[in-house]
T-cell receptor, first 112, second 113 residues
Framework: EAGVVQSPRYKIIEKKQPVAFWCNPI?????LYWYRQNLGQGPELLIR????????DSQLPKDRFSAERLKGVDSTLKIQPAELGDSAVYLC??????????FGEGSRLTVL | KQEVTQIPAALSVPEGENLVLNCSFT??????LQWFRQDPGKGLTSLLL?????REQTSGRLNASLDKSSGRSTLYIAASQPGDSATYLC????????????FGAGTILRVKS
C-alpha cells in the first residue's frame, strides 16, 4: 500500500511569489494534517481535516495561507505571497483515528 | 494549552549501549501518545503508539512506557546501533480520539561505532 505522497519535494522561490504543495493521503484515511517544521523544532499544526471539513485551522496564517481538501481525499496547501519566514518543511500526514499517524516525506520550501 | 518537552535535546552514546529518551507533557488528559523517528531530510516514521489505557508498547528493541498521571513517557532503546542515529520525536494526542497532536522538539541521537 502506498504511503502519504507529497509534491514537490523541494521548492525555491523569490519572496512575494506564490507556491502550492500537494498531498495524497493513504487510501481510506479520513483525517489529514498539514504541519510546518522549522529547523531543529518539532512539527507545528497548520490545519487538520476530517474528511473534507477543516476542523482545526486556528494556527493557519489566513492572510496568506489557504488550504483545501477536495472530495475528502487529496489536499493542497497554498501560500500567497510567500515571505522569508515561510522557509520550512511542510509535512502532510493522515490517519484513521485513533490509529497511528503516517507522514509523507515533506516539501522543503526556501524563500529567497 | 498542551506543552511537550523532550529531554535530553541531544545524546551521543557508544554502540551497544541501552538508552532512555524522555518526553513530558503538561496536560494529562490525553488519548494517546506516539513516538516517531526522523532521519535528516526525511519525514517522520512511526515507531510506537500507546493508547492512554496502556502502560507500555514494545517493538523489537524499542519499548515505550506511558505514565499519564505524571505526564511522562519514556522510549527505551536496547543495544543501540549506528543505524539508530536519528531525531526521535514524541507527539501527544488530545482527547478527541487523539486527533489533536502536539509535538515535542525532539532528541537528536547519535550512536557511535
Amino acid at each position: 500500500e502506498a504511503g502519504v505522497v507529497q509534491s514537490p519535494r523541494y521548492k525555491i522561490i523569490e519572496k512575494k511569489q506564490p507556491v502550492a504543495f500537494w498531498c495524497n493521503p493513504i487510501s481510506g484515511h479520513n483525517t489529514l494534517y498539514w504541519y510546518r517544521q522549522n529547523l531543529g523544532q518539532g512539527p507545528e499544526l497548520l490545519i487538520r481535516y476530517e474528511n473534507e471539513e477543516a476542523v482545526d485551522d486556528s494556527q493557519l496564517p489566513k492572510d496568506r495561507f489557504s488550504a483545501e481538501r477536495l472530495k475528502g481525499v487529496d489536499s493542497t496547501l497554498k501560500i500567497q505571497p510567500a515571505e522569508l519566514g515561510d522557509s520550512a518543511v511542510y509535512l502532510c500526514a493522515s490517519r484513521i483515528p485513533p490509529r497511528e499517524v503516517f507522514f509523507g516525506e515533506g516539501s522543503r520550501l526556501t524563500v529567497l | 494549552k498542551q506543552e511537550v518537552t523532550q529531554i535530553p535535546a541531544a545524546l551521543s552514546v557508544p554502540e551497544g549501549e541501552n538508552l532512555v529518551l524522555n518526553c513530558s507533557f503538561t496536560d494529562s488528559a490525553i488519548y494517546n501518545l506516539q513516538w516517531f523517528r526522523q532521519d535528516p531530510g526525511k519525514g517522520l516514521t512511526s515507531l510506537l503508539l500507546i493508547q492512554s489505557s496502556q502502560r507500555e508498547q514494545t517493538s523489537g528493541r524499542l519499548n515505550a512506557s506511558l505514565d499519564k498521571s505524571s505526564g511522562r513517557s519514556t522510549l527505551y532503546i536496547a543495544a543501540s546501533q549506528p543505524g539508530d542515529s536519528a531525531t526521535y520525536l514524541c507527539a501527544v494526542g488530545g482527547m478527541e480520539y487523539g486527533n489533536k497532536l502536539v509535538f515535542g522538539a525532539g532528541t537528536i541521537l547519535r550512536v557511535k561505532s
